[in-house]
DNA sequence: TAAGGCAGCCAAAGCGCTTTGGCTATGATT
DNA sequence: AATCATAGCCAAAGCGCTTTGGCTGCCTTA
């Protein structure tokens, strides 16, 4: 069923029909009645490629999902994330184009985004320092909005991160103040920008306490089970080990406690782990009491609201961008405590 | 850049250059190359949307993400799936249009994208038993593909499944035969079809040993570490515990790992955990040594070869449906032993 | 009573492509 | 020399919508 169809079926015209459906107000009351009764008597939604070709706007977010052809893994965030953007789309009736991509590729498939015209605007997924996309976009002309920032890009541009700094100076200082002072950090890849502003606020921390940090107690990589398990291990292996390990995430988290224990000892006794939430749903820290203190801020939250910052931009991309910063909670659970005593 | 505008510049009419560009015969190699070129140079790429509109085809699957309202729990296959999914649609010219769903709107979701024309086919992930999506689909003549099956569906259909039954009865028989009597099933939700098929694996099992199952060590829930943790603790909480337990996931194990540890006791001596993995890139199942013993089947290569087979579907809508039938392997961990003597 | 305003409808153009049905040379065939 | 393929190009229609620019008839208003 199409509107010519549609329209002979009422004999009205095209455009009273298009008009009715769509709210113009050229109509009389009676015959949108009637309009709308038929439309959904017959199943009727209007084609969105012509409807695209007809208005030139897509109706369709696009986002980019970068998988770095090193690791081949797809980051965990974006499910939980993609839902909540999810629900903004749906509200406003846009869909949403994925394209998971490698690295290399991408500079091309947002190209081909915009000549192709297939979407309206593109979310910016997991930005590096000096992240060429945002210039890229910039210059394309094609709205886009950030999930983070990218330290070093001076151009505004909208968007909405996590005070990754200062929830990681909270968190350490939390620990600094219980007594540790040999912390270890297990955190995301180097170039990726929350770690480094995660690092700095770890830094900052121990800097306030007048305590230098140990590149010994540093590490950073893709954020597995397996690398927050291997890292702990090790630190907990050297002859002078940590006390406390921050790690940037749950999954890493749960390779942390897994060497912990292995070590046997205890968390929250012999070591404390705080991490960071993501508030993944199907891995929720715990139920009434969190099981790891941990830094938390929804990542779904953030993909609703950012998808709504989108459209924004899309509606109006002549205003000035707009940026929010999250505050994350500290919530504490059962894997933090006072520094063991040296006996 | 459209294709009037590169016509034009070529001094070429819009036929001429479509054909050339799209690898029609009817043009001279001499001009193929130059509006190639030319294309090339300027960075034109034919609107999608025009293209469908004058073709018909949308060069789009659908995947639509069922989100139990419930639940509210985007489970963690998608990821990889898609993943694996989109390769196939990048090398194919295709592209990928995501939505996320309740329950209650799918069937709308189904019918929108078939009156609006906006996809070429769709993926059904999450199978549940009788599921109506199958149904539904076919009468809508809407192409699909199915990553699992749907018991009591007898309409053919184009699925892609993994042998959930004989992996769980393997997985099972394996622990029977290291002495195992009391074996505890930690299972995903009862509706969904695979959750149907592994538990059918698992009573076989004891039935061919002459065991009768205990319906107090079978749960089945929304598959979260929390749901693993608590039911393992409820499990080994009881008068008779079990021995050994199976789950259906990697996060439930974690879960149940927990559960295990908490409880003063050693995975792999005292209790005994068989896990199905997944092979989710973030969570990998141990490096060279698994950690959990379990069946695994990756999901990601799921979804590169269901994506190709919902392409034929598409291409060649007439042939019979094809089927496929992963076999799970079933790979020995670190988590399973010999059952513990009782003394 | 004539002029003007407006509510309510319509025909047709246009969005950017593909595709049908030509047309015009050129070279081969008889 | 006349006929016929054929290679290589083009104009125009059509895909399903929106939107511009009317047109008609009724009701106000002076």
Redesign the interface.
């Known amino acids: 069923?199409n509107l010519k169809e549609l329209s002979q079926k009422l004999g009205l015209s095209q455009t009273t029909v298009s008009r009715a459906l769509n709210g113009y107000p050229e109509v009389s009351a009676a015959t949108r009645k009637r309009v709308q009764e038929a439309a959904k008597a017959s199943?009727?939604?209007?084609?969105?490629?012509?409807k695209?070709?007809a208005t030139g706007k897509?109706l369709?977010i696009g986002?980019v999902?970068p998988?770095s052809s090193k690791?081949?893994?797809?980051?965990?965030v974006?499910?939980?994330f993609?839902?909540g953007a999810?629900?903004t789309y749906?509200r406003n009736g846009y869909?949403?184009?994925?394209?998971?991509?490698d690295d290399a590729q991408e500079e091309q498939i947002y190209?081909?985004m915009k000549?192709?015209?297939?979407v309206d605007g593109v979310i910016v997924h997991g930005p590096k320092m000096n992240d060429l996309r945002i210039g890229l976009l910039s210059d394309l002309g094609l709205p886009f909005a950030v999930h983070g920032r990218a330290s070093g890009c001076d151009i505004p541009y909208t968007w909405l991160d996590m005070n990754n700094r200062q929830a990681f100076e909270r968190a350490t200082r939390y620990l600094l103040e219980l007594g540790h002072r040999r912390i270890g950090l297990i955190n995301g890849l180097e170039e990726m920008d929350f770690a480094y502003r995660r690092r700095n606020g770890y830094i900052a921390a121990h800097r306030s306490y007048g305590i230098a940090t140990d590149p010994q107690l540093m590490r950073s990589d893709?954020?597995?089970?397996?690398f927050g398990y291997e890292s702990s291990r090790d630190m907990l292996r050297q002859a002078n080990p940590p006390t406390a390990i921050i790690v940037s995430s749950l999954?890493c988290a749960?390779g942390a406690r897994?060497a912990v224990?292995e070590h046997g000892l205890t968390m929250g006794k012999d070591v404390s782990i705080v991490s960071h939430d993501d508030v993944?749903?199907?891995?929720?820290n715990?139920?009434a009491t969190p099981?790891f203190t941990a830094t938390r801020s929804s990542v779904r939250d953030a993909g609703r609201q950012l998808a709504e910052m989108l459209l924004n931009v899309i509606r109006n991309p002549t205003a000035p961008p707009r940026t929010v910063l999250l505050d994350a909670e500290l919530v504490i659970g059962g894997s933090t405590g006072p520094a063991p005593r040296k006996d």
């Open positions: 069923m199943n009727y939604r209007p084609s969105t490629r012509a695209g070709l897509a369709t986002h999902i998988v690791h081949e893994i797809v980051n965990p974006f499910g939980d993609i839902a999810s629900e749906a869909e949403m184009l994925l394209s998971i991509v190209r081909g000549s192709r015209q297939s893709e954020m597995t089970e397996a999954i749960l897994r224990e993944f749903s199907y891995l929720q715990g139920n099981i």
